[in-house]
């Protein structure tokens, strides 16, 4: 957990009390909605179709128990009792009152949380890895560097009104968990050759309508330099970024209009102005930061305890679990556990307060009291001891967490689409949740392996279509919706945009033409443990799209 | 984004203006009499271009109680009722589609 120190605490609470007098005003007629759009935007707070919806940041995704907590209580209190986890790392709550989001929002900064720049023109949420901190193949906790970015551009003034929006994702691990290459920023920390730790620095990544994969501007940044290049980043966005058209305003289009070198070099010489300046990192001030970082006192412990391996011969429901759901964690004697939110014919990412209430009992009971968020929309605890957890399955499978689904065909990426936003053309978890329905023989699930399914509900690709291993995007003609299917995106260390298949089919037949592919991989496979990425790469689209096309 | 009174209005049949209100962002209709409601069935239709721009002129100036006013298309039935005339509409007066989460019994 990173504690705040009482700058924070001061910046969050003074915020509270800022919005809460601009609210009053709009409230009172004082201000009206034009003026106080940009207001509430800087505080997460949209309108949605029903209502207002607030959006929280849960920075690097890393929540305590208490904050836990607090966000059930705010789902209870002033929304109607659930909340959902977006791709972000955020929280959004779909039902919030505006006269009460003050008091909503004083409630979170009792424990450290806070909306802002989780919406408008700035640097959003930084997100990382949800196992930062605990996974075996990372060489440093990427949170340190998140946190250090994430306090140099809060209330940034300079990076206040970017021409867009602009997100960051830091990871430290040889496998990406984190999507490093659909950022607009993305930094990812590993060793040269002389065994030195610094960032490869991606620049231009993005998904909406015009989806490009962030592009390596530079190989290897010494760490002493991240603030000064970032800031060097930024500076050359604000300048040549385009202001004059939202669709192309984003980062990426500056970048592959300008070309990546030619970025680059643009940065280069801002950079080389500003390198040795006050924001080359000075080691006290990462010392500090760091030692805000507190790890759990971890037991001495072996691994594979004997009562976990006769639990795991004794329950099949128990082995299939753990087989799925838990992963190794740096030190013998503990695991990494995901609670999926993706029940059949559930919401994905949505979470009851009951839920999030529970969560935040056994993660003080089994994982020293933090939980993180993942951008799969699924939740983790991040340090479990590996003998209890029999006693913690039992407990999340009552809680409706346990579906041992992760990384499978029914743990879909969703936006909220039509059923909430504004924005959306379609539907999105409809979609979603037949799908999990066709798929709800476990076995079926796991002999297609891991298979990754993403949908967004319009262009702007919240729901991650582009990078679905089978994406789905929403588009409606003439008044009826309609969906567009790619295949082979992936958002790992080998990102992918997907491949359109073919024209886009009617709603009522997207799950069908889920199954479609799903038989036709099976057929196709070299092997059973050829995974559907692989077997897309290997063969291309176009023997799926035959047979989703031949039929129809 | 362009403003409701600067957009040329095309309609094609019955018209309602709708918005959110200002305190707690709930879907809300104009009224005839210049006042909103929550029911569609008590909405100001009309199929009209020219009262359709006044009214979404008149809501546009209600500033204070409701917030995005525009023109949403309505169907009428044989016996008068008023229907949201897109999925979107439908959306926002029945709410979303889907069983919002349920608690588990905990």
């Not at chain 1, 109607?80 to 009152?97: M, S, V």
């Not at chain 1, 801002?270 to 010392?287: C, H, N, R, T």
């Not at chain 2, 009209?48 to 298309?73: F, K, N, Q, T």
Request: charged share 25%; net charge negative; hydrophobic share 40%.
């Amino acid at each position: 957990m990173y504690i705040y120190d009482d700058l924070d605490r001061t910046l969050v609470t003074e915020r509270v009390a800022e919005f809460r007098d601009q609210v009053a005003r709009r409230l009172s007629g004082e201000l009206t909605e034009d003026e106080f759009k940009p207001l509430r935007l800087m505080n997460g707070v949209y309108l949605q179709l029903h209502a207002y919806m607030l959006r929280t940041s849960i920075p690097y995704g890393t929540l305590s128990s208490a904050q836990l907590r607090m966000l059930a209580h705010v789902a209870r209190r002033y929304d109607r009792g659930y909340g959902h986890f977006t791709t972000r790392q955020n929280i959004q709550y779909h039902w919030i009152k505006l006269e009460e989001l003050p008091d909503a929002m004083a409630d979170f900064a009792s424990v450290g949380m806070h909306g802002m720049q989780t919406s408008g023109n700035c640097v959003r949420n930084i997100t990382t890895d949800q196992w930062a901190g605990v996974a075996p193949d990372e060489i440093e906790d990427p949170r340190i560097w998140a946190e250090i970015v994430r306090q140099h551009v809060t209330l940034h003034p300079e990076f206040s009104f970017l021409p867009r929006k602009f997100k960051i994702a830091v990871g430290a691990s040889s496998h990406d968990r984190a999507a490093l290459r659909i950022h607009d920023l993305a930094l990812r920390l590993h060793r040269n050759g002389a065994g030195e730790t610094g960032f490869e620095v991606m620049v231009g990544g993005g998904l909406g309508r015009t989806p490009y994969l962030a592009k390596t501007i530079k190989s290897f940044l010494h760490t002493r330099d991240v603030l000064s290049y970032v800031e060097a980043i930024l500076r050359t966005y604000n300048s040549f970024g385009r202001r004059d058209n939202i669709y192309k305003a984003r980062i990426k289009i500056l970048v592959h209009e300008l070309g990546a070198e030619a970025f680059a070099k643009e940065v280069e010489t801002e950079w080389q102005s500003i390198k040795d300046g006050p924001l080359a990192l000075d080691p006290a001030v990462f010392d500090e930061i760091a030692g805000r970082f507190r790890y759990p006192a971890y037991a001495r412990l072996d691994d594979n305890p004997k009562a976990l391996a006769h639990a795991r011969r004794s329950d099949p429901l128990f082995d299939a679990w753990m087989g799925n759901s838990v992963a190794n964690h740096k030190l013998p004697g503990y695991a990494i556990v995901t609670l999926s939110l993706k029940p059949e014919g559930g919401t994905p990412g949505d979470a009851t307060a009951e839920q999030m209430d529970a969560i935040a009992d056994l993660a003080d009971r089994y994982s020293f009291g933090e939980i993180r968020v993942g951008h799969e929309q699924n939740l983790c605890l991040p340090h479990v001891a590996q003998r209890d957890l029999p006693e913690l399955w039992r407990a999340l499978d009552a809680i409706g967490v346990a579906t041992p689904n992760v990384g499978l065909v029914s743990d879909i990426i969703s936006c909220p689409g039509l059923d909430y936003c504004s924005l959306a053309n379609t539907r999105s978890i409809p979609i979603a949740q037949e799908i999990t329905r066709r798929f709800h023989d476990r076995d079926l699930a796991r002999e297609l392996g891991r298979l990754h399914i993403n949908i967004s509900g319009c262009i702007n690709a919240c729901g991650h279509h582009h990078v679905g291993h089978i994406g789905i995007l929403g588009v409606e003609k003439n008044g009826e919706e309609f969906f567009q299917i790619t295949l082979g995106g992936k958002a790992d260390e080998d990102a992918k945009l997907g491949t359109l298949i073919g024209p886009a089919v009617p709603y009522a037949q997207v799950a069908d033409v889920v199954e479609d592919i799903a038989a036709a991989y099976i057929e196709l496979r070299e092997r059973p443990d050829e995974l559907f990425i692989d077997t897309v790469k290997r063969t291309g689209v176009e023997p799926f799209k035959e047979r989703v096309y031949a039929a129809r | 984004m362009t403003s409701p009174l600067q957009q040329k209005i095309k309609i094609n049949g019955p018209v309602v203006v709708t918005a959110n209100r200002v305190g707690d962002g709930a879907v809300v209709y104009r009224r005839a009499d210049g006042g909103w409601t929550t029911e569609l069935h008590d909405a100001a239709v009309t199929a009209d271009a020219g009262v359709a721009r006044e009214l979404v002129s008149a809501a546009v100036a209600d500033d204070l109680r409701a917030v995005g006013p525009y023109i949403a298309p309505v169907t009428l039935t044989r016996d008068g009722e008023v229907r949201p005339g897109n999925l979107r509409e439908l959306i926002r007066r029945h709410g979303p589609t889907i069983d919002l989460p349920v608690t588990f019994g905990i």
